[in-house]
């Protein structure tokens, strides 16, 4: 199975939309090479706008190009975006409302043994907190390229979370994205497994270990973390025994948001996959699984959550 | 570019302003009258006497950083016509579109939504990036306040409009001398600030900030130095012209009574 640097598709299709479109510029926080941009960079001197390591100022400023008719793609490590620049993607961006795309590269535990201070688990959190912020994980190359070109045709703020971790192709090429819809990968009645992003590929393999034993799981991707497809978790809790969400952040980000719709809406026994703690050092394969982001642990979960051992 | 105003003019038109002020404060119970009587010559000069909002060459662009200073930005949009006089009885009632914040999405000559410090200038930069790279003449204008430059991000954007060249792009610094608590040299002090700016590759000028002749003058004449963004001092008083306020911290956000609003406005009629 190929695996694939979602940074790859990212950066190809901001290319061509660039080509297509003077309005759209990149701004970056000497996050270049980290971000893939050095083509961008070649082909767009002047549209590339690296602003140094001033992660406040750089979303200030992308908001400034914004009001100046520009579509600003921010594009640095998501640890840094989110939680250095809050206050201006809160202000500046969210609640001015400007068109601008705030890109958070190598998002949850993605720099591994860089350690806790580049990892965003945070970030799926503090974001969907934000009112007018749409929040999209992509899980594949092909689904990140068409996050990239809603985004830019979107009038409005959003938060794309794009991975460096090797994922497999889920989705086929040239497929849109449509906020707040979500994608069911596999029906089945007994549970509901519902995930994002790098969780996307191990929770399939679940499902089929999970079809083994005879349990039928449905899978529901949900890049689109805000707005959220609340008739689809309400449908799928409605017609299972119980839920799982896995996502490669804390819990309170994906687990939180349908845990809300959940609890309101159609009550059932729940269990939520992903970090809960201060990772310790170890490499980013390491930490999935220690988080159990993995096939065999997201199948535990599922069979714990409907009784089923 | 507009002919220069006469300063007689621009005199009266912010006592106008001032009065305004004086009522929304009053009447809404609520407001930062110190920093808006600091800053009113200010935007003043800048609206009447110095902005280029028409141009079909890309219009010039104006953000006030010190956003808790909306009422003054409000009473001079009214001054200059850009917003219907009837509408500032609306300050900071439920659903008025002026906030006690000025809020971009609600008021069409708010550039940017301010209020938290440190944010105007940032996305000042991004304004005059963008103008230049649409080719534009249009310049761009941030007005901050004093204590605000205690902000890091401030310095990140003085930073990268320096190494950037963005000769069209202007900091006012209404320096007042006090925030909210005490003075700014008693809090964290900036002096000196005009070999800070110097320093980081800015051309620096100061200026007696009521004087509205002197302010639009330097203001029209950008750049003053070409390939350097221009940085102005303006010395002001907080709660300028009024006595019993001027340079005094507590009228921050103090409201004055019935009373010390009479004494204000006859203060303000004779200036």
């Known amino acids: 199975m190929t695996l694939h640097d979602c940074r790859d598709a990212f950066a190809q299709t901001l290319c061509d939309l660039a080509e297509q479109d003077h309005r759209i510029v990149a701004v970056v926080n000497d996050s270049v090479g980290s971000s893939k941009l050095g083509e961008f960079q070649q082909h767009f001197p002047d549209r590339l706008i690296n602003v140094g390591i001033a992660e406040q100022a750089m979303v200030g400023v992308a908001a400034g190009l914004a009001a100046g008719g520009r579509i600003p793609f921010v594009s640095a490590a998501s640890c840094f975006l989110t939680a250095r620049a809050m206050e201006q993607i809160k202000v500046d961006v969210a609640y001015s409302g400007h068109h601008v795309i705030l890109c958070g590269q190598s998002p949850g535990v993605a720099y591994g ?197 | 570019m507009n002919a220069l105003a006469d300063p007689a003019e621009l005199a009266e038109a912010a006592r106008r302003v001032r009065l305004r002020d004086l009522g929304m404060v009053t009447d809404a119970g609520m407001g930062h009258i110190g920093g808006e009587f600091s800053v009113t010559d200010i935007l003043v000069t800048l609206y009447l006497g110095v902005l280029d909002l028409e141009s079909d060459d890309g219009r010039d662009r104006m953000v006030l950083s010190k956003g808790h200073a909306a009422a003054a930005l409000y009473s001079t949009l009214a001054e200059a016509g850009l917003l219907p006089e009837e509408d500032l009885a609306t300050f900071v009632q439920p659903e008025s579109a002026l906030n006690g914040h000025p809020a971009r999405t609600k008021l069409e000559w708010v550039e940017a939504s301010t209020g938290p410090l440190g944010h105007g200038l940032p996305i000042g930069v991004g304004m005059a990036i963008a103008a230049r790279l649409d080719g534009s003449d249009a310049r761009t204008y941030v007005v901050t306040g004093d204590g605000e430059m205690q902000e890091g991000s401030n310095w990140e954007a003085l930073m990268i409009a320096a190494h950037r060249g963005l000769d069209r792009l202007v900091v006012i610094i209404d320096r007042n001398g006090l925030q909210q608590g005490a003075s700014v040299a008693e809090t964290s002090d900036l002096e000196p600030l005009g070999d800070k700016l110097r320093s980081f590759g800015w051309a620096v000028r100061e200026v007696d900030g009521h004087d509205h002749g002197a302010l639009q003058a330097a203001l029209s004449s950008v750049p003053w130095v070409p390939g350097r963004p221009s940085a102005l001092i303006a010395r002001t008083h907080k709660g300028h012209p009024v006595s019993f306020m001027s340079d005094v911290p507590a009228w921050h956000h103090r409201v004055p009574s019935a009373a010390e609003a009479a004494t204000a406005r006859a203060e303000v009629e004779s200036s």
Do not use: K, N
């Open chain 1, 113 to 309: 043994e860089l350690g806790p201070t580049h990892h965003s688990p945070e970030d799926l959190a503090w974001l969907r907190a934000i009112p007018g912020l749409a929040v999209v994980v992509p899980a594949d190359p092909a689904e990140t390229a068409a996050a990239v070109r809603w985004a830019a045709a979107y009038d409005g703020p959003a938060f794309l979370r794009i991975s460096r971790m090797g994922v497999p192709d889920v989705f086929p090429d040239g497929i849109e994205f449509q906020p707040g819809v979500s994608s069911t990968l596999r029906e089945g009645r007994d549970v509901g497994i519902i995930c994002m992003g790098t969780t996307v590929a191990p929770t399939l393999a679940a499902a089929h270990i999970l079809a083994a034993e005879g349990v039928e799981a449905s899978v529901i991707s949900m890049s689109s973390l805000a707005p959220l497809d609340r008739e689809a978790i309400v449908a799928v809790a409605c017609r299972t025994r119980g839920l799982v969400t896995v996502e490669e952040a804390y819990v309170s980000g994906l687990g939180g948001a349908v845990a809300e719709v959940v609890v309101e809406h159609c009550p059932v026994p729940m269990r939520r996959v992903g970090l809960r703690d201060v990772a310790p050092t170890g490499s980013t394969s390491w930490l999935m699984h220690r988080a159990g982001i993995a096939p065999d642990a997201i199948a535990s979960a599922a069979r714990e959550v409907i009784g089923h051992r």
